[in-house]
């Protein structure tokens, strides 16, 4: 987590540097997942010492779609091009119940994503649409265990700058494929989280 930190403040301060040469905006960027943070998923198993009749259903999922908000930073260049990089806290919502159980035991898992995108902005008047791709890394900590999730995706999405006076509204969907996650062996009923995730977020800058 430390060095993804240190890693977006140079990033941020190599980007100052830049704005002698091209502009650089600074904000805010937040919105809603769409997607589940975990899959929906069900298994059964048989306690040890137990017969085939008394089996155990798990039941896995997401009860709520989860938040993201953060800072970014975008350079922009010549030619319509740019170089967006944000820092977004999310926290993962999950939830099991066993059979039997009236009410589900949920956790919840704090994470930051970092996106560092390459932004192509058509040229249009007042609002332009865009569309942006590269490298996604996350930082988990909580109960669910960080180390077994996947830290490393790709993203992409598509948006439109909206110019009002001296503020920019983007709206924009953006989809992340994370990689496996580390599940440990043996495990039962592990959390498998969504790899496939899109998220509805709307950012402000100057």
């Known amino acids: 987590m430390l ?3 240190w890693g977006f403040g140079i990033l941020c301060l190599a980007s100052a540097n830049a704005s002698a ?5 600074v904000g805010v960027k937040g919105g809603v997942a769409v997607t589940d943070a975990f899959e929906n998923t069900t298994s059964s198993y048989i306690p040890p ?3 085939l009749n008394s089996s155990i259903t798990v039941h896995n999922d997401s009860p709520s779609k989860d938040y993201l908000v ?3 930073i975008e350079l922009r260049l010549p030619f319509g091009l740019g170089v967006e990089a944000d820092a977004l806290y999310r926290q993962l919502d999950f939830a099991t119940v066993q059979s039997g159980d009236t009410t589900p035991f949920r956790i919840y898992d704090s994470t930051w994503e970092f996106p560092i995108l390459a ?3 058509f040229k249009l008047p007042i609002a332009r649409p865009y569309v942006d791709a590269g490298p996604s890394f996350r930082h988990t900590q909580g109960p669910l265990d960080g180390d077994t999730l996947s830290h490393y995706g790709f993203a992409a999405g598509a948006g439109v ?3 009002a006076l001296f503020l920019h509204i983007s709206p924009e969907m953006r989809y992340t494929r994370w990689g496996s996650d580390s599940i440990p062996g043996g495990a039962i009923g592990p959390p498998h989280s969504n790899q496939n995730q899109a998220e509805f977020l709307v950012g402000l800058s100057f």
Do not use: L
């Open 21 to 25: 040469q091209f502009p650089v905006s």
């Open 3 to 5: 060095r993804m930190a």
């Open 161 to 163: 700058d909206i110019k």
């Open 49 to 51: 010492g137990f017969t």
């Open 70 to 72: 953060g800072p970014f």
């Open 119 to 121: 932004k192509y902005r």
